[in-house]
């Protein structure tokens, strides 16, 4: 695929319309620490004088060979890198217990779906008026701008600067479905016949692995069938974690629940890869490397291939994460630290650094013209892998609604899920224990909620 038309594709499902609907977070209050929203350094933002060293915290692999170049062309900004666990896997606790704590790094990864309970905790920083920030808006995908200052046009301030987006597809193991004499499913019905063969063909072989400890996973499924968990009206809020469409994700998944003791991003899933035990894994652009890196011995047998349909002829994506680098609140340096998070996530080198070695899909829009996304993929058989994740971003649903306390709706989901996939209940049993709770988690935050 040419160029031009590739970013055109990409283009038209992110920039065109995406309003993930953080966009009013004001209702949570203002700006800056009058309201308790957010710290209020951003008001100035002025440089620190002389040498300055920033803590950072990233889960992203190879993010340090990024950071190795900043500071050796930065010397008097050095930053110190602490690799951390994804997000709900560690992250975000830790965060917010080093936030209570005084004792929080000065950028933090956050997901766009937990960057607003960050907010809402005054765990962030406004970077608004810190040099070049406002500036960089026009750099990014549209939407993922809207995600950091919540849709208010800049007024309501900056709160992080993209980095990636993750619409989702599906890894499979082509060599072994030409094996089987199947080609990749086209409907979820498909995918679960498939998976009865595949588990019939050879012992201890499974389609897939169901994680307890990836609910943001599971939240793009809920998304590609366009199961929002949130409604806005003005300054109400209604909770849709259990709705039809979610039912119909968490149903499908009740009854195919295969491998539940792999959890994702695990020595024992990577090693079922390479011992061809599990043989697909529905994910985000990003997941290109995650496999490549933790499944070498797999390379040239994988392929990739749209997400699965709940109708067949339908054309639907969900979307699996994609972060923001966040100043946190109590930086000493939000001057500097936004310089970095700007130049880390713009800079034609640090990007081709994060795409190559940490698989991020950039939401600079500079990033979806790198030669990586132009070029065949050896690991995958040579395929041009992101034409079909460009072809996702279009499919996304852009009415998918975030809740003001997605920390909170997660911890939810995978407490649920643990329990369910250990026999103790079902996943509509969490769907509907989930919506009930996050309520809950709302109106002890004073937000209005309606039935």
Same mark, same amino acid.
């Given at each position: 695929?040419?160029?031009?038309?590739?970013?055109?594709?990409?283009?038209?499902?992110?920039?065109?319309?995406?309003?993930?609907?953080?966009?009013?977070?004001?209702?949570?209050?203002?700006?800056?620490?009058?309201?308790?929203?957010?710290?209020?350094?951003?008001?100035?933002?002025?440089?620190?004088?002389?040498?300055?060293?920033? &803590?950072?915290?990233?889960?992203?692999?190879?993010?340090?060979?990024?950071?190795?170049?900043?500071?050796?062309?930065?010397?008097?900004?050095?930053?110190?890198?602490?690799?951390?666990?994804?997000?709900?896997?560690?992250?975000?606790?830790?965060?917010?217990?080093?936030?209570?704590?005084?004792?929080?790094?000065?950028?933090?990864?956050?997901?766009?779906?937990?960057?607003?309970?960050?907010?809402?905790?005054?765990?962030?920083?406004?970077?608004?008026?810190?040099?070049?920030?406002?500036?960089?808006?026009?750099?990014?995908?549209?939407?993922?701008?809207?995600?950091?200052?919540?849709?208010?046009?800049?007024?309501?301030?900056?709160?992080?600067?993209?980095? &990636?987006?993750?619409?989702?597809?599906?890894?499979?193991?082509?060599?072994?479905?030409?094996?089987?004499?199947?080609?990749?499913?086209?409907?979820?019905?498909?995918?679960?016949?498939?998976?009865?063969?595949?588990?019939?063909?050879?012992?201890?072989?499974?389609?897939?692995?169901?994680?307890?400890?990836?609910?943001?996973?599971?939240?793009?499924?809920?998304?590609?069938?366009?199961?929002?968990?949130?409604?806005?009206?003005?300054?109400? +809020?209604?909770?849709?974690?259990?709705?039809?469409?979610?039912?119909?994700?968490?149903?499908?998944?009740?009854?195919?629940?295969?491998?539940?003791?792999?959890?994702?991003?695990?020595?024992?899933?990577?090693?079922?890869?390479?011992?061809?035990?599990?043989?697909?894994?529905?994910?985000?652009?990003?997941?290109?490397?995650?496999?490549?890196?933790?499944?070498?011995?797999?390379?040239?047998?994988?392929?990739?291939?749209?997400?699965?349909? +709940?109708?067949?002829?339908?054309?639907?994506?969900?979307?699996?994460?994609?972060?923001?680098?966040?100043?946190?609140?109590?930086?000493?340096?939000?001057?500097?630290?936004?310089?970095?998070?700007?130049?880390?996530?713009?800079?034609?080198?640090?990007?081709?650094?994060?795409?190559?070695?940490?698989?991020?899909?950039?939401?600079?829009?500079?990033?979806?013209?790198?030669?990586?996304?132009?070029?065949?993929?050896?690991?995958?058989?040579?395929?041009?892998?992101?034409?079909?994740?460009?072809?996702?971003?279009?499919?996304?649903?852009?009415?998918?609604?975030?809740?003001?306390?997605?920390?909170?709706?997660?911890?939810?989901?995978?407490?649920?899920?643990?329990?369910?996939?250990?026999?103790?209940?079902?996943?509509?049993?969490?769907?509907?224990?989930?919506?009930?709770?996050?309520?809950?988690?709302?109106?002890?935050?004073?937000?209005?909620?309606?039935?």
């Amino acid at each position: 695929m040419a160029v031009h038309k590739r970013v055109s594709i990409v283009r038209r499902g992110l920039i065109g319309g995406m309003a993930l609907t953080l966009t009013a977070l004001t209702a949570c209050g203002g700006g800056g620490s009058e309201d308790g929203t957010g710290s209020a350094a951003g008001a100035a933002c002025e440089p620190s004088s002389g040498k300055v060293t920033l &803590d950072y915290w990233s889960w992203v692999p190879g993010m340090q060979k990024a950071v190795d170049v900043w500071n050796g062309e930065n010397p008097d900004i050095q930053v110190t890198l602490k690799t951390t666990p994804s997000g709900n896997a560690g992250t975000y606790q830790n965060l917010s217990n080093a936030l209570k704590a005084d004792k929080a790094p000065d950028l933090g990864q956050i997901e766009y779906d937990s960057l607003a309970s960050f907010r809402l905790k005054g765990g962030l920083t406004d970077i608004a008026k810190c040099a070049g920030v406002t500036e960089a808006e026009p750099k990014f995908v549209d939407w993922t701008w809207s995600q950091v200052d919540f849709g208010a046009d800049g007024k309501d301030g900056v709160w992080a600067v993209p980095q &990636d987006t993750g619409p989702m597809a599906l890894f499979y193991r082509k060599d072994i479905f030409d094996k089987l004499g199947l080609t990749a499913p086209t409907t979820w019905e498909e995918y679960a016949a498939d998976a009865r063969k595949i588990k019939a063909a050879k012992k201890g072989q499974y389609i897939t692995h169901f994680s307890q400890t990836d609910p943001n996973w599971f939240t793009g499924l809920l998304w590609q069938n366009k199961a929002t968990m949130f409604e806005r009206d003005g300054e109400n +809020w209604k909770v849709s974690v259990d709705r039809p469409e979610s039912r119909q994700v968490a149903d499908y998944w009740q009854k195919l629940i295969v491998a539940t003791d792999l959890q994702g991003f695990s020595p024992a899933l990577y090693k079922a890869w390479n011992d061809d035990e599990v043989v697909t894994w529905i994910s985000a652009a990003w997941g290109y490397s995650t496999i490549r890196d933790n499944a070498k011995s797999t390379a040239g047998k994988w392929a990739v291939a749209p997400m699965p349909q +709940w109708e067949k002829g339908r054309k639907q994506a969900g979307n699996w994460g994609g972060s923001t680098t966040a100043v946190l609140a109590g930086s000493k340096h939000p001057a500097e630290a936004a310089k970095f998070a700007l130049w880390l996530n713009s800079d034609a080198k640090a990007l081709e650094i994060l795409n190559r070695e940490g698989g991020l899909y950039p939401a600079a829009k500079d990033g979806l013209t790198m030669p990586a996304l132009q070029q065949p993929v050896d690991f995958y058989g040579k395929q041009e892998i992101f034409d079909v994740f460009a072809e996702a971003s279009a499919d996304v649903d852009t009415e998918f609604t975030w809740g003001p306390t997605m920390t909170d709706t997660y911890r939810f989901l995978s407490d649920g899920t643990a329990k369910a996939t250990g026999g103790g209940s079902t996943l509509g049993d969490v769907l509907k224990d989930t919506d009930a709770q996050s309520a809950d988690s709302l109106r002890k935050q004073s937000l209005k909620v309606t039935d």
